[in-house]
């Protein structure tokens, strides 16, 4: 396969670059699936511009994980394998979403009493939410058992080890240095979707200056990913907004 980087032209991010392993990954059902999941579900009801996808937000995390990246190479000293895996993890982070998961992943937390629903009802809706996965485990069975994302991840190997980093597993083999940098806590899953939902809404609340973020990362010695002391106030803003 060709060495050459293919563009995506995003409307938040501009130009995200693809090596021939992330088309190959994009390329496949279970990802390409993405196109069909409304970020927002039914949300273009009220705001009819709100029509853009998980693919699209996938796409771009995967940008902002680059930027994550160049701020960790020199640091941690990632090598080039480990920039990809980082820019994977990005890329699959949603694979395992379905239409209302979000939704359906509350069913547990609604105190379903008999007063209001058949005792039936209620004993079929408990058994479902203890035999089903919530979507982030339900994306690491994907990513480790779907035959052609493993084979274009480069065999079951890679993919175990990307399904092993998208969830914090307590796995030995694990790379500790990748694991802090995608499970910190600053949110690249959020700093993308606040952008995206509030382009696309209109609402303004939620629109953050990703630029200043990106260009005040810094990485610690010892691994975690946070933000120079001047740009505290804009990482703390961003935990706080949420237009969901």
């Known amino acids: 396969m060709p060495n050459k980087r293919q563009i995506m032209v995003d409307s938040i991010h501009g130009d995200i670059e693809i090596s021939p392993l992330e088309k190959a990954v994009i390329d496949t059902a279970p990802f390409q699936r993405l196109r069909h999941l409304k970020q927002l579900q039914m949300g273009h009801v009220t705001y009819p511009n709100a029509t853009h996808t998980r693919f699209a937000h996938s796409i771009g995390v995967m940008?902002?994980?680059?930027?994550?990246?160049?701020?960790?190479?020199?640091?941690?000293?990632?090598?080039?394998?480990?920039?990809?895996?980082?820019?994977?993890?990005?890329?699959?982070?949603?694979?395992?979403?379905?239409?209302?998961?979000?939704?359906?992943?509350?069913?547990?937390?609604?105190?379903?009493?008999?007063?209001?629903?058949?005792?039936?009802?209620?004993?079929?809706?408990?058994?479902?939410?203890?035999?089903?996965?919530?979507?982030?485990?339900?994306?690491?069975?994907?990513?480790?058992?779907?035959?052609?994302?493993?084979?274009?991840?480069?065999?079951k190997k890679r993919a175990v080890r990307i399904a092993n980093l998208s969830i914090l597993t307590g796995n030995p083999s694990q790379d500790n240095r990748i694991a802090k940098l995608i499970h910190s806590s600053l949110d690249m899953d959020r700093l993308?979707?606040?952008?995206?939902?509030?382009?696309?809404?209109?609402?303004?609340?939620?629109?953050?200056?990703?630029?200043?973020?990106?260009?005040?990362?810094?990485?610690?010695?010892?691994?975690?990913?946070?933000?120079?002391?001047?740009?505290?106030?804009?990482a703390e803003y961003t935990r706080k907004q949420d237009i969901r």
Do not use: C, W
């Not at 009493?113 to 982030?136: C, G, M, S, W």
């Not at 993308?192 to 990703?210: A, E, K």
């Open 63 to 155: 940008g902002i994980m680059q930027h994550v990246a160049r701020v960790a190479k020199d640091p941690l000293n990632l090598s080039e394998t480990d920039i990809e895996d980082l820019r994977l993890v990005g890329l699959l982070h949603d694979i395992g979403h379905y239409p209302y998961s979000h939704l359906m992943e509350q069913v547990d937390r609604i105190e379903l009493t008999e007063e209001f629903v058949n005792k039936d009802v209620k004993a079929t809706i408990d058994l479902q939410v203890d035999r089903y996965p919530n979507h982030e485990e339900l994306g690491q069975i994907i990513i480790n058992t779907q035959k052609d994302l493993i084979k274009a991840l480069g065999g």
């Open 192 to 234: 993308d979707y606040l952008l995206r939902d509030s382009h696309s809404t209109g609402v303004p609340y939620g629109s953050i200056d990703l630029n200043y973020i990106v260009n005040n990362l810094r990485v610690s010695p010892t691994g975690v990913l946070g933000v120079n002391k001047k740009a505290l106030s804009a």
